[in-house]
């Protein structure tokens, strides 16, 4: 009887924080034919998608590419290559390098110059949020770090290694992570040097460029973002600078806050971001078949059309919906008991907009926030830039330190 609280916790509360994304074997494999096919599957053989070139990396991607971390299997990652999806985004960070394994395998045995894969490769004692690297880090570190990442895989070589969280200058053009990309290349472990980055995103862009270093960039960038213009103007920069540029987080943090709220087009979301022709492909998390067929099927013309366009309008006029946390870091030393909002509204985001509890989860993990944060407050003392009510939404999401990772993994 003890454990019947925390079971009907997992059964409901749970089930309200993230809908389906906890159900596992939602998708059933692909034909027997089409999984013994597979690994033989020439890239000629199966649709090519509409692309743009990658910079001057030589590459065309298709406009749409697969972010792996909400992918449930092998077969739905396969799914998607033999859609026609040539480029496959994975990172150190999703599902503790799980994840790789699970691309890895999924691309096992398929021809190598069929796709392309990229992983995002934190180096050790990097302060993400701080915006600082140790001072005593050293290139071979970062190198070591990135092979750990090629064994998962299984592969001898990825084709594109991005640093992520990435936003000040001074943390992009940073003599020990030039130097081991640059070795890493020269070792033919990686084909192309990258960075990733998450707010700050037009001053990033402009660092990368003046680098001289990288050779693509993926970036944060939707219909939500304040600085349009200073976003529109670094996007030019670095294209003009031969980076090839890859857009995510392009939903603005999905569509509904909970069941029952208006449904949001997510092709609106994604066809504004393609408006913008230094864009080579945007990076789309994807979880399900159904929503693979959604976004390939926009492809077919990107135009954005009148009902979309007013989909975007109702989005920008109904803030009490809005999950995307644009970082912006107002909020920092605002907490009395110091929480670090930010992360907690990405991870609320993750839970809510993209029915994703693992990563949610993940990202709370790195916030030191105890089982009932803002008892102790009579009322929040924090001043939301967005206007979100910061306590109900951390008080909520706050539920989910509770539960086992395994768990939410399915």
């Not at 050779?215 to 939500?224: A, E, F, G, Q």
């Not at 110091?338 to 907009?353: C, E, F, V």
Request: hydrophobic fraction near 40%; glycine fraction near 10%; proline fraction near 6%.
């Amino acid at each position: 009887m003890a454990n019947n609280p925390r079971r009907e916790f997992l059964k409901k509360g749970l089930a309200g924080i993230c809908g389906a994304a906890v159900i596992p074997g939602v998708l059933g494999p692909r034909s027997a034919q089409a999984a013994s096919a597979a690994p033989s599957v020439a890239r000629n053989t199966v649709p090519a998608l509409p692309g743009r070139p990658l910079g001057k990396t030589g590459l065309t991607t298709p406009l749409i590419s697969m972010g792996t971390a909400e992918a449930p299997t092998v077969e739905f990652i396969r799914q998607g290559y033999d859609a026609g999806i040539t480029f496959f985004f994975s990172a150190t960070y999703y599902g503790h390098g799980n994840n790789e394994r699970l691309v890895g395998q999924a691309l096992k045995d398929l021809p190598r110059d069929s796709y392309v894969v990229g992983t995002a490769v934190t180096p050790d004692g990097m302060n993400a949020r701080g915006g600082t690297m140790p001072k005593d880090m050293k290139a071979e570190a970062y190198v070591k770090t990135a092979e750990e990442s090629l064994k998962r895989f299984g592969l001898d070589h990825v084709d594109m290694l991005f640093m992520p969280f990435a936003e000040k200058r001074e943390f992009i053009i940073f003599d020990p992570i030039l130097e081991a990309m640059a070795a890493l290349k020269k070792q033919g472990k990686i084909r192309f040097a990258g960075i990733a980055t998450h707010s700050g995103c037009d001053v990033a862009l402009k660092a990368a460029a003046d680098a001289k270093a990288y050779d693509v960039v993926m970036t944060s960038y939707n219909h939500k973002i304040e600085n349009k213009e200073a976003m529109a103007e670094a996007l030019a920069y670095a294209a003009k600078a031969g980076l090839g540029i890859f857009a995510f987080k392009t939903t603005a943090g999905g569509g509904r806050a909970k069941a029952g709220d208006p449904p949001f087009d997510s092709n609106a979301a994604l066809k504004w971001v393609l408006q913008n022709p230094h864009v080579s492909s945007i990076i789309s998390g994807m979880s399900s078949v159904e929503e693979l067929r959604k976004n390939l099927a926009l492809l077919d013309d990107i135009k954005l059309t009148e009902p979309e366009l007013r989909s975007l309008t109702l989005a920008a006029n109904r803030p009490e919906l809005d999950l995307y946390c644009r970082q912006c870091r107002q909020c920092d030393g605002q907490c009395p008991a110091g929480l670090d909002i930010p992360t907690l509204m990405r991870s609320y985001m993750y839970a809510y907009g993209y029915r994703n509890a693992a990563q949610a989860r993940a990202t709370l993990d790195d916030v030191a926030i105890s089982g009932e944060p803002c008892g102790t407050c009579d009322r929040c003392r924090v001043s939301c830039a967005s206007g979100f009510d910061v306590r109900g939404r951390v008080r909520d999401i706050a539920r989910l330190k509770a539960v086992p990772m395994e768990f939410l993994r399915g």
